[in-house]
């Protein structure tokens, strides 16, 4: 299981800026509960939107986007084996969640880009490409930060 990080991985603290940008667009398009940036490295997890560490360091959703490189949405997570019992489900009442990862031009994925709601939500594809988008302005903003630090 991850631990939590303090700052974000990938000497990319130049980009938080635009990673709070892309999440609040995020969580304005889906008029969601939130919306954040996960970045996970060296068995590390940082979230932009997770200031006090309330989150657990165990996500199973991220995780899946980054192993397989494809959005995840689910519906309802109350029933979601993959999620259910997750502190976010359980003690903090997240039903819905729509993921899509932050790829870089060399192919890696160095997190997602995420929003969570409320109430269950049937899949919108629609709205999943818009996340998409907003997934490759953070990609964009990365890559930026890697290339001025090479």
């Known amino acids: 299981m991850p631990e939590l ?4 991985p990938f000497g990319l603290p130049a980009v938080v800026p635009a990673f ?33 560490g309330a989150l657990t360091t165990d996500d199973p959703a991220a ?27 359980t003690q903090f009442n997240m ?3 729509a993921g899509v990862p932050v790829q870089l031009s060399d192919g890696s994925c160095p ?11 049937p899949e919108n594809s629609n709205l999943l490409n818009r996340l998409r988008d907003c997934a490759e302005m953070v990609s964009d903003a990365c890559e930026r930060a890697i290339a001025l630090r090479a």
């Open 95 to 97: 039903r819905f969640y």
């Open 63 to 89: 995780e899946q986007i980054m192993r397989d490189g494809e959005p995840l949405w689910i519906e309802d997570a109350l029933v979601d084996v993959r999620v259910k019992d997750q502190p976010v489900v």
């Open 20 to 52: 709070d940008r892309a999440t609040r667009l995020a969580k304005a398009l889906f008029n969601a509960a939130d919306s954040a940036v996960v970045l996970i490295s060296d068995g590390r997890i940082w979230r932009n939107r997770d200031g006090k």
């Open 111 to 121: 997190g997602v880009l995420c929003v969570i709601g409320q109430d269950p939500r």
């Open 5 to 8: 990080a303090d700052k974000p």
